[in-house]
């Protein structure tokens, strides 16, 4: 097969792409969230809820409802409504599950609660901060997947978030006099060793990191006051660079 | 250049203890920080320059501040369970001062064997600045434990810095000095040379700047590729003429001279590379085959001409086969000249193929007697018949 049939074909398949998209059921479906954390401790117990109202309006009769997560020792509930009165429920305990909607199951409310704790962080990152996905929900029909909903939020453990903080505290004092050399090479050490899960050492250097910043504005403070008193100090280094020169000269430092 | 040094055991924190004590007697601002770590405490209290906020004793609750007694793997185990400690040391150095960090220790032994790649995996992992090792080699005559020690520390080793500078202490006491007499003599030795090497690209502000003079990243760059390194040295006593350390002369800039005066120089320059090329290298080893080379010829600068060093970093050049030899000169105040010759990425080392050699076998060695002896034991506890049974 030549290659200018092939491409041909690609290009019609996109055009038959785009009318599809354009014309299939751009989801309508309204979803709302509660308990949705934006960040969370390694370990600690999140409980969110769905809730789609009117499941089938401008949405095709029959569709499944997938949901995914990446929080641990899950429970999904479903539960099908009517006028507030529960239909149906079903619960999961996978991480991800597909459940199936039916028009004739007289629903108009779909609640959906997931229950579980915050996973482990597998790579930390400072910025961007590490985070996980708490929830996504699909509607699929057919082959056709539109995603409803996909959260995620930041997590964490005591000694990240120690360290977090003190670099974030260093970030602010930096910026505040408008950058420092010193002090920004000590903080990237910071975020170093807080990738490299060095919690305790980011935290020493990021204060190391703070102080540096906070002396030089001291320090800025001083200047005038230094320049002041340099005439002085400036007199007296000659006098000892002299004497040092002479003395310099008298010994012999023997380097080879 | 500037440095950060970190001992590692006995020998690594004399060695850096040496260090300091030069760069301040000299003045010639090599060393930037200093650590010492120890699974010893008296090691650690024995030295003298290094500031006790920057000795560190490890491993406490193994060994009880008593050292590993040459057992490298347990040195090596210690230094990854205590590396927050040893951190802790190190989180005091500018590390945006330091042009490179260097890990010093006795391959031999056990705290700093064992110690000294776990460091420099750690600081590798941590810091841009590139780590340098400088290990020193066991006397032949100390036994089989502390070659085959230094065999497999020197395997690590390697792997774990940018390059491995490694003096040889076998070569060294030939001499027919004493041991303990002879590691004074010989940690000099080691100071001399290296501290020229690295004090090159640190010329300071006192000192005359010629426009050839070494810079801190042609160390680094001959350092760069890795590998093992080894250097040699020589010097010859010359007269520091009337005025010429003197104020007058530097403000005439005078630095005229008749061509016999030119020509001598030259050909002391070419004489002193041949000597610290082809004599006693930290680590002896075939010259031919190296892969970079470092020239650095340090002096009085009167004494000190671009054409002997030119010709200088030439011959080296045919003597290595290498086409990455740089040269250049390291003004000083004193009445030598000194030829230090780096000499990177060798590779023809049959003292580390007899290092090697001599570890195997007494690896062997080592098996046999315990295998001999967890049967002899087993003779005399067990009854011939076996008609005793133990209690549990
Ligand atoms: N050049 C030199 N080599 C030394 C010196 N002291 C010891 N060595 C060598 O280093 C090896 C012993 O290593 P040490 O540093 O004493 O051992 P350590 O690291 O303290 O380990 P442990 O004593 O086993 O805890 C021997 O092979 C010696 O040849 C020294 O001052 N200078
Ligand atoms: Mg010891």
Redesign the interface.
């Not at chain 1, 012999?252 to 080879?256: D, E, G, P, Q």
């Given at each position: 097969m030549s290659s200018i049939p092939c491409s041909r074909a690609t290009i019609a398949l996109l055009f038959v792409a785009v009318l599809v998209a354009a014309v299939g059921p751009a989801s309508a479906l309204s979803l709302s969230s509660e308990g949705v954390p934006e960040s969370s401790q390694v370990g600690e117990e999140i409980q969110v809820t769905y809730t789609i109202d009117d499941p089938f309006t401008d949405a095709p009769n029959e569709w499944t409802l997938q949901g995914e997560t990446e929080l641990e020792d899950v429970r999904w509930t479903v539960t099908v409504l009517r006028a507030g009165t529960q239909v149906s429920q079903e619960t999961y305990t996978e991480q991800s599950f597909n459940h199936s909607l039916d028009v004739d199951d007289n629903g108009d409310e779909v609640v959906v609660n997931l229950d579980g704790t915050t996973p482990a962080i597998e790579n930390y990152t400072y910025s961007p901060e590490e985070t996980y996905r708490v929830t996504s929900l699909d509607q699929r029909t057919g082959g056709n997947v539109e995603e409803l909903t996909n959260d995620s939020a930041h997590h964490y453990t005591g000694d990240s978030q120690e360290a977090r903080n003190a670099i974030e505290d260093a970030e602010t004092a930096i910026d505040e006099i408008g950058g420092h050399?010193?002090a920004e090479?000590?903080l990237n050490?910071a975020i170093?060793?807080y990738e490299?899960e060095?919690f305790?050492?980011a935290v020493?250097?990021a204060e190391?990191a703070q102080e540096k910043a906070e002396n030089a504005q001291q320090s800025q403070q001083t200047l005038t006051m230094a320049l002041m008193g340099g005439g002085v100090l400036l007199v007296l280094a000659l006098i000892g660079g002299g004497v040092y020169?002479w003395k310099?000269?008298q010994e012999?430092?023997?380097?080879? | 250049m500037k440095l950060a040094m970190i001992g590692f055991g006995q020998a690594g924190g004399k060695i850096v203890d040496k260090f300091l004590e030069y760069d301040q007697r000299t003045n010639s601002g090599i060393v930037r920080s200093a650590v010492a770590v120890n699974t010893a405490k008296a090691d650690l209290l024995g030295l003298e320059q290094i500031p006790e906020e920057h000795r560190v004793l490890i491993g406490q609750a193994r060994v009880k501040g008593h050292g590993v007694g040459a057992d490298n793997e347990l040195g090596a185990e210690i230094a990854e369970e205590d590396i927050d400690e040893i951190q802790g040391a190190i989180d005091n150095i500018p590390v945006h001062e330091i042009d490179a960090f260097l890990v010093v220790s006795g391959l031999g032994g056990g705290t700093g064997s064992g110690g000294s790649p776990v460091i420099s995996k750690h600081l590798k992992r941590i810091y841009t600045e590139p780590v340098y090792g400088l290990g020193v080699l066991p006397g032949g005559d100390e036994g089989g434990i502390y070659t085959l020690n230094a065999a497999r520390s020197f395997q690590t080793f390697v792997r774990e810095v940018d390059n491995l500078l490694v003096f040889d202490n076998d070569s060294w006491r030939k001499t027919g000095e004493s041991v303990q007499g002879g590691y004074d003599h010989i940690n000099e030795e080691i100071v001399r040379r290296f501290g020229v090497l690295f004090g090159a690209g640190e010329v300071g502000a006192g000192d005359n700047v010629a426009e050839s003079v070494v810079d801190s990243s042609e160390i680094i760059n001959t350092l760069a590729g890795g590998g093992v390194s080894t250097v040699g040295y020589a010097s010859e006593d010359v007269e520091l003429s009337g005025s010429s350390g003197g104020l007058l002369s530097r403000f005439k800039g005078d630095e005229g001279g008749s061509d016999m005066d030119t020509a001598n120089t030259t050909n002391r320059i070419t004489s002193l590379v041949r000597k610290a090329a082809l004599g006693r290298l930290t680590l002896p080893c075939e010259i031919e085959g190296a892969e970079r080379a470092l020239l650095v010829m340090a002096g009085p600068s009167q004494h000190l001409n671009r054409k002997g060093i030119e010709r200088g970093r030439k011959w080296l050049e045919e003597q290595t086969g290498s086409m990455e030899v740089r040269g250049g000169d390291y003004p000083t105040n004193e009445p030598r000249v000194a030829a230090a010759v780096l000499l990177s990425g060798i590779h023809n080392v049959p003292r580390i193929k007899e290092l090697q050699q001599i570890a195997i076998e007494a690896q062997d060695n080592i098996d046999d007697i315990r295998q001999q002896s967890e049967d002899n034991l087993e003779q005399l506890v067990e009854d011939d018949e076996d008609e005793l049974d133990p209690l549990f």
């Open positions: 050399d010193e090479t000590t050490r170093t060793l490299a060095r305790s050492d020493e250097a190391d020169y310099s000269q012999t430092v023997s380097r080879l | -």
